[in-house]
């Protein structure tokens, strides 16, 4: 069963078959950093840079419906489109740089949609995960 998530640029997911949530960094198969998100003109694109122990790092730049990067024999990273965000920011006072709050305007930050697919072993994590406690 394809696992499917939504990442914004500059966040990383880490995969591997033995992964301590607790030591990410030592533990980890694979590492995708997900450096840019493209939404032009109909054109969807994520830029992605892997890390993999056995391979070392690569660049690769992933279109929705296109090609799948292979991680490895058994699983893949695919993009299926993207998926807009919409945020208020929060505004700084521009004399002392206190947050004064959120601002008016709404910006749409891009999101990709992935589909990763492997064995039940294999396990994600994301970066930006928290503890059940």
Known sequence: ?????????????????????????????????????????????????????????QEIVLEAGGERLQLTDEVFVEMTGIQPYYTKPRENCPDCGRDVGVMNKTFMLPQARLIVVGPRSYQIVRDDARKKT
């Open 1 to 57: 069963m394809p696992l499917r998530i939504a990442r914004a640029a500059g966040s990383v997911f880490y995969g591997g078959e033995r992964l301590d949530p607790d030591n990410l960094e030592d533990t980890f198969d694979h590492r995708v950093w997900v450096r840019s998100v493209i939404d032009l003109d109909g054109r969807h694109e994520t830029l992605l840079n892997v890390h993999t122990k056995r391979k070392g790092h």
